[in-house]
């Protein structure tokens, strides 16, 4: 029997699933939109005499009631225990964010009768409480552009070619703008001075050596960096365990550009270094309110 790879993508409406499927398409994958739950095990079985042209499958799967996070459970459940690799990608953003974009467009929303849109938003939200939680990776495109869902999503589908690894994504970010809601892991660095009341620092970035110096140079700096880096560890390898593949870790400070930047930067560099100990994993950098002024 043929080796195939399923990944589904499923999410809030609005939060990006056609682009998601887009991605996938571009790097080579078989893309199919809206196949009916009890569908896509037939589907899987044809794509199965179809050679390495189908080994790899990508299904956006939308669902609009209650029932929806069963089934689609259970339809995992049903293609793991026949072979297949299985993979799911969950696409959220903030109701704001949602209610913008259906505005923008001037679409109705699937689940919208003769309530608000917000009311339709949170119906779904709930409905999708369940797929979201059984999810290996739930992407927040709030603020999230095109080319960086496209980043992540191009690094994710490379790492269900190496069921055995893990993906750490450590994130920087601004609390002024938000805490990103697809983080596993969220601390806090606003307990280290700000070096944004330096004036020889303000206009630098925790990329930029003086900067970094300063915050790494505080009293419990380094100590947090080791704890923290120990924590990411233990985390992933219970992840590991656990079959999840994807690992997203939120680091924050005031605005996003001094402390939170530099200590993503070291806690990176530590679990590069590493050891014959520790979990298998690939770490990878992302700085979301770097470039805001």
């Not at 699933?17 to 080579?28: I, K, N």
């Not at 690799?85 to 505005?103: G, I, K, M, N, T």
Request: glycine residues 8%; hydrophobic residues 40%; aromatic residues 8%.
């Amino acid at each position: 029997m043929a080796e195939i790879t399923v990944v589904f993508i499923a999410g809030m409406s609005g939060a990006g699933r056609s682009a998601a499927a887009d991605v996938f398409e571009d790097e080579g994958w078989y893309v199919a939109d809206n196949v009916p739950v009890s569908l896509i095990g037939k589907l899987v079985e044809l794509a199965r005499t179809g050679g390495d042209q189908t080994s790899r499958l990508a299904m956006v799967v939308r669902g609009a009631d209650e029932h929806f996070g069963t089934e689609l459970a259970q339809l995992r459940a049903d293609l793991e225990s026949d072979g297949a690799s299985v993979w799911q990608v969950f696409l959220d953003a903030s109701d704001d964010a949602l209610v913008r974009r259906f505005e923008q467009v001037r679409r109705r929303h699937p689940l919208q009768t003769d309530d608000t849109l917000v009311e339709a938003i949170g119906r779904e939200r709930e409905y999708l409480s369940g797929v979201k939680a059984q999810s290996d990776l739930v992407i927040d495109t709030s603020s999230l552009s095109v080319a960086r869902l496209r980043e992540v999503l191009a690094n994710a589908s490379e790492d269900t070619e190496h069921p055995a690894s893990l993906s750490v994504s450590i994130q920087s970010f601004g609390f002024k703008y938000g805490v990103p809601i697809d983080s596993d892991l969220v601390t806090d660095v606003r307990f280290l001075p700000n070096p944004y009341w330096e004036p020889e620092l303000r206009a630098l970035n925790g990329t930029d050596a003086p900067v970094r110096d300063y915050v790494l140079s505080q009293e419990g700096a380094d100590e947090f960096a080791r704890l923290y880096a120990d924590i990411i560890r233990l985390v992933a390898d219970g992840y590991l365990r656990e079959g999840k593949r994807y690992m997203s870790v939120g680091i924050g400070c005031t605005g996003g550009k001094h402390r939170s930047v530099a200590m993503v930067q070291e806690l990176a560099r530590r679990l590069a270094e590493g050891g014959d100990d520790d979990p298998t994993f690939d770490v990878r950098v992302m700085h979301r309110d770097l470039g805001r002024e």
